[in-house]
């Protein structure tokens, strides 16, 4: 009967885990979760900068062809000289809007703005002056420093 007694306590004794084993998983799990955290780094403020590259693509090609289908410069589809100088949402959707019936196309989307919250800047330039009608029109984000990945594209000249 002690031997069987003695094999209950070595029996009950290897249940578990001990404390170093603990630490090894805790040590190998914090590593991984190290390794997560550093491959996504970074990984949202990418996926913006792409949104806004094609939200601003998209903008252009529907202003380039908004023009022709108009024939007007930027100026004449919009009715502003600057969306952008004007500062309320309320322009800079009217815009959007003309813009988008223009070119046949729905622009909806963009009236929420850049991915990070702000609308995108839309100065039409282009015919702005008697002086100097051949002025590029601008289009591209707010605080474009801050987004170095962030592409401002070039519109092409209309009447010029």
Request: glycine share 8%; with cysteine.
């Amino acid at each position: 009967m002690g031997e069987r007694k003695n094999k209950k306590q070595a029996y009950s004794t290897k249940l578990g885990f001990t404390i170093v084993e603990l630490l090894i998983v805790i040590v190998v799990i914090g590593i991984l979760a190290a390794i997560t955290i550093v491959a996504f780094n970074g990984v949202q403020e990418r996926a913006r900068i792409q949104k806004a590259n094609s939200d601003l693509n998209t903008l252009v090609k529907a202003i380039q062809v908004g023009r022709l289908n108009a024939d007007k410069t930027l100026m004449g589809i919009t009715g502003s000289g600057c969306t952008n100088c004007a500062g309320t949402q309320a322009m800079y959707d009217l815009a959007l809007d003309r813009i988008g019936a223009a070119a046949n196309t729905n622009l909806s989307s963009l009236k929420a703005g850049d991915p990070w919250g702000n609308r995108y800047v839309l100065d039409e330039n282009e015919g702005e002056q008697v002086a100097n009608p051949c002025r590029q029109d601008v289009l591209n984000v707010t605080n474009i420093a801050a987004h170095p990945g962030v592409i401002v594209p070039s519109i092409p000249y209309y009447n010029c």
